[in-house]
């Protein structure tokens, strides 16, 4: 038996491929957005967020493309929902945008 399998049955090294320099720079704009999220006062959303951001760096730590994908899905849903719903982000993605032009 190898040592550790125990710490890496649950990740699988077949998908890769979602790894590469392109889907880390993707993997870290959805963490800034999350961590964003994160520290807006949505009431009962820090559970989520904060267990978002643990799945992503087991992602990221074991390189399993599997999990990275279904927190990219995830991530993405959350942000979507929350991020939108909520008013907050928006009202902050418009003042920025103000701000620039």
Do not use: K
């Amino acid at each position: 038996m190898v040592p550790c399998a125990a710490s890496t049955a649950c990740s699988s090294r077949a998908w890769q491929l979602l790894t590469p320099a392109p889907a880390h720079a993707f993997s870290g704009l959805l963490l800034v957005l999350l961590g964003l999220l994160l520290s807006l006062p949505i009431p009962f959303t820090n559970y989520l967020f904060g267990f978002q951001l643990l799945l992503f760096a087991l992602a990221l730590l074991e390189r399993d493309g599997a999990l990275m994908l279904f927190n990219w899905v995830a991530a993405l849903v959350a942000i979507a929902f929350f991020g939108f719903s909520s008013g907050q982000l928006v009202g902050y993605t418009v003042d920025l945008f103000q701000r620039w032009f």
